[in-house]
């Protein structure tokens, strides 16, 4: 009997210690699309110029007081990438730097790496997600079903429409023309719903429907469902839904991806009219109105899983999948006080904004600001492993000769089992993945955007940025402001420039000449000391040659290991015979090859 009891101490000492749980909590990941580190109100408060009250986000900032602010929490760059990090747990070098393109059958995350919900199912979880995928769907086995989610509603690509479910893509390439799918309009407040006429107009939005249903019975179109009601309540009340049904014993997974704060730019009247003093810019009152009920649905989950009695043993994680979409028109949101935007490598661009809680973080944490670096690769260990006890095999994937999981169990340092994070590096993109045919402003060319943080022995916190890099300048406490008048050409600053930020035309080129790797005259990057200047003002290159030099080496030996299969040609005649099966719905049109 006490060899017993020993033998169980001893485990369980060597289960703590390495700062993983003794139990399995439930885990619940809201993942909001597109939001800067100005976005909510728990971060502008300590920034210069402090708290606005276009940026009212009382539960998020609740939940930072009672929980663990992230505060250098990076991610790609845009949406995909993070979006195939996060649930392979493999840098986005190994695994998926393309954004577009998603009718390639091997676009997004390859069928044979594991993904965080199919571990945790094979460790007694339930698993369910909700919102948008964006991680390719061209076979069963690479829709959220396959790829071990119990069930599922949301969108394939990389948005739609909040109010019908309309897609992003179309079949204009096609041979084929479905019929546009049947929108079921029985949502009586669809009048009080809302959307700027610029933001529909840029994305080009086709009437096909991209919303997918999956449960136990298997998948298909969401028939019914797309038009009874704002996209992001449809979301929300499914989540809700998903916990008060849920067995108190059985450990829980939930990751529900928002389409919140995606373009196109769509609130619900009662939202707008709460900001209606924002009488200066359309875009900005918006945005504070998507904001709003954002925080509102964080609200509703948090208060679902409470009244079920989940809330004391459920590890609650809220973050951004990349910095601010700052652009004109379709973005219109802020890094402030950080420098730039998504699609760069700036810090707005990558440095997103995240917080830890729940009732089974342990009080000692509680309202703490950890600085240590953690990379959106890390979730993979630290769910499967730090918390659900598993390990960081993945058999697949390493029979198939693919790279194996890059992410770090981050649960004892975010509990304080550790004082550091086992985090001392951080890599973005790969040179020369520039692609301008995202940007509706042909004039931006950018070259070799690249960039590396490194957390040196003295303590401070290095980052080299190479290429031309858009979007180099500062936001401000207040953007999109008054200086562009709504009356502007889409994508433009109007016809008086004076004053006008394009965040496309602000160009810096760090690297000099363009594309230099070294030797006389070349100036490798731009070189920041993010501890001292975290908001990137002062380029102290050409003080440290020697250290940029070293961090450039490191920057080509992990580009050295890029992983970026050829993923076939685009494909629409497939895809579109598949919508027209659907009924004009989007979904799978080949079969599963795993």
């Not at 995606?262 to 707008?272: D, E, R, T, V």
């Not at 000099?512 to 790797?517: A, E, I, L, S, Y």
Request: contains cysteine; charged residues 20%; negative net charge.
């Amino acid at each position: 009997m006490w060899l017993l009891l020993l033998f169980a101490l001893v485990a369980y000492l060597d289960l703590t210690a390495a700062g993983r749980s003794a139990t399995q909590p439930h885990i619940v990941y809201m993942l909001t699309d597109n939001l800067g580190y100005g976005g909510v109100g728990f971060l502008r408060r300590d920034t210069p110029g402090g708290d606005t009250n276009e940026i009212v986000t009382p539960n998020l900032d609740s939940l930072a007081d009672s929980g663990v602010i992230l505060a250098s929490f990076y991610t790609y760059k845009f949406c995909s990438p993070s979006r195939s990090s996060l649930l392979s747990g493999r840098h986005p070098m190994h695994v998926n730097v393309h954004n577009d393109a998603l009718l390639k059958p091997g676009f997004g995350v390859p069928e044979q790496m594991t993904m965080i919900p199919k571990k945790l199912k094979e460790l007694g979880y339930a698993t369910h997600a909700v919102g948008k995928w964006h991680c390719g769907f061209s076979t069963p086995s690479r829709t959220p079903k396959g790829r071990g989610f119990d069930s599922y509603l949301g969108y394939l690509f990389a948005y739609n429409d909040y109010l019908h479910g309309f897609s992003e893509q179309g079949c204009e390439n096609s041979t084929v023309n479905p019929a546009p799918g049947v929108v079921n309009f029985t949502n009586p407040q669809e009048d009080d719903q809302r959307c700027t006429t610029r933001s529909i107009n840029a994305r080009h939005l086709a009437y096909y429907t991209d919303l997918w249903e999956s449960g136990i019975s298997g998948e298909g179109p969401a028939f019914g469902i797309n038009g009874t009601g704002f996209e992001e309540g449809l979301f929300v009340n499914r989540v809700v839904g998903i916990i008060e049904s849920h067995p108190i014993d059985t450990p829980l997974f939930v990751y529900y991806a928002m389409h919140l704060m995606h373009s196109p730019l769509c609130a619900p009247k009662a939202y707008l009219d709460k900001f209606a003093f924002i009488t200066d810019n359309e875009d900005r009152r918006y945005v504070s109105a998507m904001t709003s009920l954002l925080d509102d649905v964080v609200g509703d989950v948090v208060t679902a899983l409470e009244r079920s009695g989940l809330w004391d043993n459920t590890v609650f994680v809220w973050t951004s999948d990349n910095g601010a979409a700052i652009e004109l028109d379709t973005g219109a949101k802020n890094a402030w006080p950080l420098k730039g935007g998504y699609y760069t490598d700036w810090e707005g661009g990558v440095r997103a904004p995240a917080l830890v809680s729940g009732g089974f973080l342990p009080a000692t944490q509680r309202g703490r600001r950890l600085d240590g670096l953690i990379h959106i690769s890390d979730w993979w260990p630290t769910f499967v492993v730090g918390l659900a006890g598993g390990n960081m095999t993945d058999e697949t994937a390493a029979a198939a000769g693919l790279p194996p999981v890059d992410g770090l169990d981050q649960w004892g340092y975010i509990v304080g089992h550790v004082p550091q994070s086992p985090r001392t590096e951080v890599y973005f993109s790969p040179f020369g993945y520039d692609d301008p045919s995202y940007r509706s402003n042909t004039r931006n060319i950018s070259n070799n955007d690249s960039a590396i943080i490194v957390a040196m022995d003295d303590g401070s916190r290095i980052k080299l940025i190479t290429g031309m890099i858009a979007e180099s300048g500062w936001e401000g406490p207040k953007y999109p402001n008054g200086s562009r008048p709504d009356s502007a050409p889409q994508g433009e600053c109007g016809a008086d420039e004076e004053g006008c930020w394009n965040p496309w035309d602000s160009i810096e080129f760090c690297t000099w000449p363009p594309g230099c790797t070294g030797g006389s005259g070349c100036k490798l990057g731009c070189l920041f000391n993010l501890s001292a200047d975290p908001t990137e003002h002062n380029d102290i290159a050409s003080q440290q040659p020697d250290l940029a030099s070293q961090l450039h080496a490191k920057l080509l030996a992990f580009a050295a290991t890029l992983f970026d299969p050829d993923r076939g040609f685009e494909d629409y005649d497939g895809p579109c015979r598949q919508v027209e099966a659907n009924g004009g719905f989007w979904g799978p049109w080949l079969p599963s090859a795993v």
